[in-house]
């Protein structure tokens, strides 16, 4: 058989045909998937996959120097690792590859999820105090599966939960919030922002946590107010009291020290 290479183009005399191959018709290697492989499991159709390359090894089996049950246990597996350890400095070792070669594993395409969760709904608020505010919602759904809620407090990005609900802290008493959620997934995907729900904190003197649904007396405040009076007033009484008992009590001991002075100068 000759071979002249002219301009790029192979051309082989002496074969039964005459084969063109130049750089803009390549053919591209033969693909295979694990699972096609997975199918040549025996010893009569055994494949088996070395570092993303697929090698025929049927007709090894036997051949093999090192026993065919070395081979037979790798028929349509992956067996990078045990013909590494085996054989990766043995030049006819993968020189026998080469012979058996017949493809590559195909690579795997990975499809970006592009898909956003829904959007949260029923954004509600069961309870709040005087400093917090308590949001609860209905889950999103996603193609894949929704990671978590980011919770959003007059705009800006307050935390993230992977539950329903979440606890808004810090708050102001009687000052008025807006708040939105949005669900995101694990490739970062995140839905529209929910309708804004506005919360307003309970009075600063209220004491426990209230619900929405029932409605505070409106002189709340001035009960507050008149309580805290009282109490302020009853501390500086007693205050009082007890600072009249000692200035008689010192008034009392500076008397009795007179008192025995006096004995004492007529006992002289
Ligand atoms: C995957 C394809 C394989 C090919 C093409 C292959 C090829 C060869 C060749 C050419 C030899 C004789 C020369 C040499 O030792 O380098 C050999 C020997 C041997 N092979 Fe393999 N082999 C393969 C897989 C395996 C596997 C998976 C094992 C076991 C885990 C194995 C175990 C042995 C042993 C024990 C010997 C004889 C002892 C030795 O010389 O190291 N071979 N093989």
Not at 69 to 81: E, F, Q, R, S, Y
Request: aromatic fraction near 6%.
């Amino acid at each position: 058989m000759k071979k002249y290479l002219i301009m790029g183009m192979l051309i082989v005399f002496g074969g039964a045909s005459a084969l063109f191959l130049t750089s803009k018709n390549v053919e591209a290697a033969t693909t295979y998937t694990m699972a096609q492989v997975q199918a040549h499991n025996t010893s009569a159709d055994c494949w088996a996959a070395v570092n993303n390359k697929v090698y025929n090894l049927t007709t090894y089996v036997t051949a093999h120097p090192g026993g065919a049950a070395a081979i037979n246990a790798i028929c349509g597996k992956d067996a990078t690792a045990v013909f590494s350890a085996q054989h990766s400095g043995s030049t006819s070792a993968n020189a026998m590859l080469v012979t058996n070669y017949i493809g590559d594993i195909a690579a795997v395409v990975v499809v970006p999820d592009i898909t956003a969760p829904t959007i949260p709904t029923n954004l509600t608020s069961p309870t709040k105090t005087k400093n917090s505010i308590q949001l609860t919602w209905t889950a999103s759904s996603d193609n894949k599966a929704v990671t978590g809620y980011k919770i959003y407090k007059d705009g800006i990005l307050l935390g993230s939960t992977s539950g329903l609900q979440f606890n808004s802290t810090g708050l102001t008493a009687s000052t008025s919030y807006q708040f939105t959620i949005a669900a995101y997934d694990t490739a970062g995907n995140t839905s529209a922002k929910t309708a804004t729900l506005t919360v307003m904190t309970l009075a600063k003197n209220t004491t426990g946590t209230t619900t929405p649904n029932i409605s505070k007396c409106h002189h709340d405040d001035d009960h507050e107010d008149r309580k805290e009076k009282k109490e302020r007033k009853e501390k500086k009484d007693k205050k009082d009291k007890h600072a009249e008992y000692r200035n008689n009590f010192n008034a009392h001991t500076k008397n009795l020290i007179r008192k025995a002075e006096k004995i004492e100068r007529e006992d002289d």
